[in-house]
């Protein structure tokens, strides 16, 4: 496990795989019946959050700002929608 500067970073997961790489002011918790399971080879960016009962497989990375409460498949990106103007 390796965070990079990790302060405000909270992490309470079921479990966390090998080579766990994380940025600041990560959320990774309870939500939707219980906390996440993160697999091997997972990079969050900095932002990030990871909340609920679900399945982050191998080799996922999670871009910054990025809210994530669905399973996500192996070697799987994920990002958060592009800003706009309202």
Do not use: W
Request: proline fraction near 2%; hydrophobic fraction near 40%; aromatic fraction near 8%.
């Amino acid at each position: 496990m390796y965070i990079e500067h990790g302060f405000s970073t909270i992490v309470f997961a079921k479990s966390i795989g090998k080579n766990f790489y994380i940025n600041q002011n990560v959320t990774i918790g309870t939500g939707r019946g219980g906390n996440p399971t993160i697999g091997d080879n997972v990079r969050v960016g900095a932002n990030s959050v990871i909340i609920g009962n679900i399945f982050v497989a191998d080799d996922v990375k999670v871009g910054a700002g990025a809210v994530l409460n669905f399973e996500v498949p192996k070697g799987s990106t994920v990002i958060s929608q592009k800003c706009r103007v309202i």
